[in-house]
Each structure stands twice: as structure tokens, then as C-alpha cells.
């Protein structure tokens, strides 16, 4: 009977071995492993690269709006600022107007000014005891 199975002391240009294959396998299999890992590696570092470059374009866009965002913000309260500063001094002005009609309607009518002055003070010390 014959061994179907070559034995280690085979010649050159018989069969291989079964071990001579699966070391081939082994070693194909590594190389084949070796590649896989370098192209994920290549890929992963090419993602995290593209991943940076995009969270810098955000940063930049994000830095662009918001700078907008506060001038937009500072020239509507520099508006209010004015608004506000012109209605200040118009009320300033109508109050030294009443107080000087006021003034001048007191120097004419003094008697008439005491009293209703001391009808407020009445009224208002009828109001603050109850």
C-alpha cells in the first residue's frame, strides 16, 4: 500500500508536503493580515485627518458667525444707546418747561397754589392711613 500523505524527504519536484502547505498558508495569510492592517491604518488616519480638517472649516465658520453675530449685537445697542440718549433729553427739557410753568403759575396765583397744595397733602394723608 502506498502513502498518499508525502513524507519529509521528499525531492524537488514531487509533491509538498501537507506542513510545507499550510506554512504556505500560514505565511500568506500573515502577508494578506499585514496588508488589511496597513490599508485600515491608512484609512483610519485618513479619516481622522479629514475629520480634523472639517472640525477646523466648523471652528472657522462657527467663529465667522458668531463675530458677526456680535457686531450685529453691538451696532443694534449703540442704536438703542442713541434712541434712548435723544428721548432722555427731550424728557430733560420737558421737565424744565413744566417746572418753570409751574414755577411762573405759582408766582401768580399764590393762594391758589397753597390750597390746592394742601387739598394733595389732605387726600394723600386720607389714602396713606387707610
Known amino acids: 500500500m502506498s502513502d498518499s500523505i508525502p513524507h519529509s524527504d521528499e ?27 496597513q490599508s485600515t491604518e491608512e484609512r483610519a488616519q485618513l479619516l481622522k485627518e479629514s475629520a480634523a ?3 477646523q472649516k466648523f471652528r472657522d465658520f462657527a467663529g465667522k458667525k458668531a463675530s458677526k453675530f456680535a457686531d450685529a449685537a453691538g451696532e443694534k445697542a449703540s442704536q438703542f444707546k442713541d434712541v434712548a440718549g435723544e428721548h432722555w433729553e427731550e424728557t430733560r427739557v420737558k421737565a424744565r418747561e413744566v417746572h418753570t410753568d409751574l414755577e411762573e403759575y405759582i408766582r401768580e396765583n399764590p393762594s391758589k397754589s397753597v ?16
Do not use: H, N, W, Y
Open 53 to 55: 480638517e472639517k472640525a
Open 11 to 37: 525531492r524537488p519536484g514531487e509533491m509538498p508536503s501537507a506542513q510545507q502547505a499550510a506554512d504556505d498558508l500560514r505565511e500568506a495569510a500573515g502577508v494578506k493580515t499585514r496588508q488589511t492592517a
Open 115 to 130: 390750597l390746592v397744595a394742601a387739598g394733595v397733602g389732605f387726600l394723600l394723608g386720607l389714602i396713606v392711613r387707610r
